[in-house]
């Protein structure tokens, strides 16, 4: 169809020109803080596996022993013969942690935030979000037949002021920490504002095991129970998938009218008993979320007098560039260097804030950072 072949060259060369192309890249494995790429191993600064899980000799094992023990997949949907007791286990662990009475599991935390908001909303309903929500929440809400309306970024007056406006059934979303910006949200203030008012949910995706005593997250850090909590296990889990948390009639609804979870292949068996272990390490590995807050104070002392920096007390550090070539420039340079860092662009950050999204990780070593800081600090001086 020439329509297809005309629209899809011009979007490309549209990115293309505006220096926002992005390039899917092939690399030869990440293993301890290390990115393996063309035989050389680069210090890597762009994952979200905080606690290093990921490449954790113990969970790999755990995934083996899944695997031995359940097969490799699980063969169907969850309401049709996918769902195993070993799901049901992760289930009830995750709710007898984190406070819940009954959860979902999905196979990713963009099917969970999307199958949970098109399966709540109705037309009459309005989804009131955090303007820097991830965009599988913000796809969500532009997609469903609910009113859509934003608060300014972690702005409760606004959220306050949005909702003594008589909306009507609010359900108020935010995450626990920002992936971008790497802040967190307000927790126990928007709990307040929404009391008797709306429902409200939390996207924990970057808080889960790195917040909170035994890492129960941010609600539990900020001591809040939102009335649903999203759970991913692709960052500090070092694995993939997420589970909806929350009151058992709720969950029940989900189980039954949540698209993404009637209607697609369940999370293998092996990787929920991998999931189901991954839970118990972030809950007795205290010594990770240490050395984590030990790597960030490094991170504070090498990089704060250097412009761009930002102070956040979470893993993400971002540190703003402005102009995407500049970014693409400096990730560029740094990765000759040997470190490897992502320089994030819009349309995922607002135009201008160009930045390179540094990202800390239970495996990196205070030298890993001193040496970036060192690094970075050289190209601005020589006004790369
Ligand atoms: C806040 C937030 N929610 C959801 C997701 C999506 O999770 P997943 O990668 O499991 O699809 C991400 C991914 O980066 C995220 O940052």
């Known amino acids: 169809m020439p329509a297809f072949s005309h629209r899809i060259s011009q979007a490309l060369t549209q990115r293309d020109e505006q220096g926002l192309t992005r390039k899917l890249l092939a690399h030869q494995g ?8 063309h035989g050389q191993a680069y210090v890597h600064f762009s994952g979200n596996d905080y606690l290093g899980l990921a490449s954790s000799a113990e969970l790999v094992q755990a995934w083996q022993q899944g695997l031995t023990l359940w097969g490799a997949g699980s063969g169907a949907s969850p309401m049709v013969t996918g769902f195993s007791s070993i799901h049901q286990e992760l289930i009830r662990e995750l709710c007898d942690w984190l406070g819940y009475e009954d959860g979902v599991l999905f196979n990713s935390g963009f099917s969970a935030n999307q199958a949970t908001l098109f399966a709540l909303l109705e037309a009459t309903d309005t989804l009131v979000q955090d303007k820097l929500n991830h965009a599988s929440l913000m796809e969500a809400g532009m997609l469903s037949q609910a009113t859509m309306k934003r608060f300014k970024h972690n702005d409760v007056a606004h959220l306050d002021r949005l909702l003594s406006d008589n909306l009507c059934n609010p359900l108020v979303v935010t995450e626990g920490v920002f992936s971008m910006d790497g802040d967190k949200a307000p927790l126990q203030s928007i709990a307040t504002v929404c009391q008797n008012k709306a429902w409200w949910m939390v996207d924990d995706a970057h808080g889960i095991g790195v ?11 900020a001591g809040v129970k939102p009335d649903i909590l999203v759970v991913t296990f692709g960052k500090a889990f070092g694995l993939s998938g997420a589970a909806v948390l929350t009151r058992r009639d709720v969950a029940d609804y989900l189980a039954q009218f949540a698209r993404h979870h009637v209607y697609s292949t369940a999370m ?35 990089f704060h007098r250097l412009p761009g920096y930002v102070a956040t007390d979470t893993p993400i550090k971002p540190f703003l560039i402005g102009e995407s070539e500049c970014a693409l420039r400096l990730a560029t340079r740094l990765r000759e260097r040997g470190y490897w860092l992502t320089a994030i662009r819009p349309p995922t950050v607002p135009q201008g804030m160009a930045r390179l999204r540094i990202t800390l990780t239970a495996d990196h070593s205070p030298q890993d950072i001193v040496g970036l800081g060192r690094a970075l600090e050289q190209l601005l001086e020589e006004g790369v």
């Open 30 to 37: 990440v293993h301890q803080g290390k990115l393996l790429h």
């Open 211 to 221: 917040h909170g005593d035994m890492g129960a997250g941010s609600c539990a850090l």
């Open 268 to 302: 293998p068996p092996a990787q929920a008993h991998a999931l189901l272990h991954a839970t118990h390490m972030i809950q007795t590995q205290q010594w990770r979320r240490d050395r984590l807050a030990t790597l960030q104070q490094v991170y504070h002392d090498t």
